[in-house]
Each structure stands twice: as C-alpha cells, then as structure tokens.
Nanobody, 118 residues
Framework: QVQLVESGGGLVQPGGSLRLSCAAS????????MAWYRQAPGKERELVAS???????NYADSAKGRFTIASNGADLPVNLQMSSLKFEDTAVYYC????????????WGQGTQVTVSS
C-alpha cells in the first residue's frame, strides 16, 4: 500500500522559514490534486495550500504571501515553502493527495510537526 511520507518539520523561531516535503513510498498515478493541511491542538484540520494537476494553486488567507506550494508537475513530491512563520502556524502539517485512478482514492500522510517558538 502506497504511503505518503512528510519531512522537513521542526522547531523554528518566529519570522523563520521551513520547507516541508511530501513523497510517496510507491507510484501514485492520475493525481488530480495535492495539498497541505494542518491541525493545531484543539482545532479542526484546515487547508493550508493546494495545487492541481494543471498547476492551479489555492491558499488559505493565513498562508497567502508567506507560503508557496510547488510540485513536480502533476506528480510528487509536493513541497510547502513557509516563510515569515508566526506562533499561530504551530501545528501538525499533513500531506494530501487525490488520485482519480479507478477507484478514486485519497492519501494522507502521517503528519509532521511544525513548532514556531522563541
């Protein structure tokens, strides 16, 4: 079974930068969308940024201007470059992939912790 593996999380000071990366343990075909979500303690999981197979990107308002999502075309890996990090960016970040290959399937990574602290 193909799994998503995230890397790049860690501890960073406010104003700092981190780059998250997500790769697959095997091949995932017919990728329609890749995304990064996050979940802070006591809060629901929320979309941070997404990228479609055609390169169209979408960002949460909180991520606009600070985060950049990029992929290898319509394929993994998918990266999230985060800059100007704030305390409120502290969360577990999850990679998400949607494939239309019969049957359509969604994949989730295990999550990587990002902690913004001074």
């Amino acid at each position: 079974q193909v799994q998503l593996v995230e890397s790049g999380g860690g501890l960073v000071q406010p104003g700092g930068s981190l780059r998250l990366s997500c790769a697959a343990s095997g091949s995932i075909v017919s990728i329609i969308q890749m995304a990064w979500y996050r979940q802070a303690p006591g809060k629901e999981r929320e979309l941070v940024a997404s990228i479609r197979y055609d390169g169209t990107t979408n960002y949460a308002d909180s991520a606009k201007g600070r985060f950049t999502i990029a992929s290898n075309g319509a394929d993994l890996p998918v990266n999230l470059q985060m800059s100007s990090l704030k305390f409120e960016d502290t969360a577990v970040y999850y990679c998400y992939v949607y494939s239309s290959f019969r049957p359509p399937h969604t994949y989730w990574g295990q999550g990587t912790q990002v902690t913004v602290s001074s």
